[in-house]
């Protein structure tokens, strides 16, 4: 079952746009997408130790595959990082990179909802991007929250 809802790809379209925003090639935003997911691990490795962390991004990139097959081939290593999205992105290109990050990371956040709640799940992305309005999973909420921040 996926837990990347519209909702979840949203926030996780988001969270990628913020993180890649200062890249100006495609290349580098596509490379930079998947670090978006890599900032979480300090607070999730604490959460849930490394072992859980990487069952958690396996599982992950296992409900991903079906949607994104070109992310079949890559795998995590056990520190946590991803094994094979390199070579796969240098062949997939940048636009496919981007968008298997966003589906990746989605199913990450929708994972995280389900096992422990929204609140701590957005708990645990404030702790990683403080500077981004994030009150709630809905994307719109944090746009408009950012929106009368600039006019008051």
Known sequence: MSR???KMREFAARLIAHETRGNKSFETRAAAAFLAGEKLRPQLSTLVGIAGYRALLSRALALA????????AVHVKTDGSFDGLD?????VGPEKTVEGSVVVLAQLLGLL????????????AREVWP?????SLDSAEGENDEKQKSRG
């Open 4 to 6: 990347a809802t519209p």
């Open 65 to 72: 595959g079906p949607e994104v097959p070109w992310l079949r």
């Open 87 to 91: 070579e796969l992105g240098a062949q």
């Open 113 to 124: 909802v389900a096992f422990i709640g929204e609140n701590l799940t957005l708990g645990l």
């Open 131 to 135: 500077e981004l309005p994030l009150n």
